[in-house]
């Protein structure tokens, strides 16, 4: 009983996450250039990925950019959806660990962001859609750098946050 409570549990925070990524990036872009623009549901993707660890940030954060995505454009975005992934699995599991010093999940969560994003979800557009790679690397460091920046501000925000988790 205690285990079916718990998985419950899981799902519904997980759940919420994801409705409050979705609300916040919807609601809360910030356009810096061209199509580039700060995704504030980052903010919830690492305060998820601080108090919940690595499967629930990773929930969150490629099931939110999925859903971000099908209800702004209607397409299915692959290499964000992985990109998401691969952060919430190396932020969650850095959080999972604590103990760190907040300087050190800032370049931690500026380490997955690079590589979720500039690397994986480069690589996959790239493939996907033949784009020369030295057309895409430009905005994708861009675009990573202010996705690194607004994590980091909910990596730095998480343990000022009161969350009280109940087992």
Known sequence: M???RESLRT???????????????MTAKIPVIGHSSLDLGYIVFAVYCYYFGSIVGMAVGSIGCLFVSLLTTGWIPLGWIAGNMIIGLIVGRV????????IKRIIAVSFAVFIGIFCVKTAIECALYSIPLAVKAPKSALVSVMDAVVMSIGTWLAPKIPVQLRR
């Open 2 to 4: 205690i285990k079916k």
């Open 11 to 25: 799902i519904c925070v997980t759940a919420l996450g994801i409705a409050l990524y979705v609300a916040l990036s």
């Open 95 to 102: 959080e999972e660990n604590s103990g760190l010093s907040t």
